[in-house]
T-cell receptor, first 107, second 114 residues
Framework: AQRVTQPEKLLSVFKGAPVELKCNYSYSGSPELFWYVQYSRQRLQLLLRHISRESIKGFTADLNKGETSFHLKKPFAQEEDSAMYYCALYQGGKLIFGQGTELSVKP | KAGVTQTPRYLIKTRGQQVTLSCSPISGHRSVSWYQQTPGQGLQFLFEYFSETQRNKGNFPGRFSGRQFSNSRSEMNVSTLELGDSALYLC?????????????FGPGTRLTVT
């Protein structure tokens, strides 16, 4: 079965520190992967998708098929990055979400 | 453009009852997907509708059903409610099928089953 694992429930960093939110997936084909973000009292929204290879709000994510990972990275965290982050895999017409990682950026 | 709207926002029902939730997509969007979010299971895909047809379905029992109307508005129905159906139900709309287009999420309907 396809699965998405986000091993950290909570990640706490200081402002200006690098941040990496981990995502591992279980899928034998060519994955379509996404990162979604939910800021406090806001709706869930798409942050980025791997096929677009773009950087959004300073975040990037690289697909590593060998390690079946799609970690989200930002070199210098900002307080406004504090939010819930979900990694998701699209397969067979379904979006399969990880359990989410809460990122807390402290001043 | 108005965002995705969901009604009602909060709902309390009793075990055994049925419930209907409504989702109005962004104007021009033809696809609506539904998700269930619970603390234990996280976000789980329920189904996706496109042009009034169910295109994809998640692993939920037949008590969960939905439909889409010609104006792309969608409803989700849960019959014979169980305590475990208590959750936040999110809908998301997109211009086309979910893989190719960005999904825009609504605020959710918080269903409590007592």
């Amino acid at each position: 079965a396809q699965r998405v694992t986000q091993p950290e429930k909570l990640l706490s960093v200081f402002k200006g520190a690098p941040v990496e939110l981990k995502c591992n997936y279980s899928y034998s084909g060519s994955p379509e992967l996404f990162w979604y973000v939910q800021y406090s009292r806001q709706r869930l929204q798409l942050l980025l998708r791997h096929i677009s290879r773009e950087s959004i709000k300073g975040f990037t994510a690289d697909l590593n098929k060998g390690e079946t990972s799609f970690h989200l990275k930002k070199p210098f965290a900002q307080e406004e990055d504090s939010a819930m982050y979900y990694c998701a895999l699209y397969q067979g017409g379904k979006l399969i979400f990880g359990q989410g990682t809460e990122l807390s950026v402290k001043p | 453009k108005a965002g995705v709207t969901q009604t009602p926002r909060y709902l309390i029902k009793t075990r055994g009852q049925q419930v209907t939730l409504s989702c109005s997509p962004i104007s021009g969007h033809r696809s609506v997907s539904w998700y269930q979010q619970t603390p234990g299971q996280g976000l789980q895909f329920l189904f996706e509708y496109f042009s009034e047809t169910q295109r994809n379905k998640g692993n939920f029992p037949g008590r969960f059903s939905g439909r889409q109307f010609s104006n792309s508005r969608s409803e989700m129905n849960v019959s014979t409610l169980e305590l475990g159906d208590s959750a936040l139900y999110l809908c998301a709309s997109s211009q086309g099928l979910a893989l190719s287009y960005e999904q825009y999420f609504g605020p959710g309907t918080r269903l409590t089953v007592t």
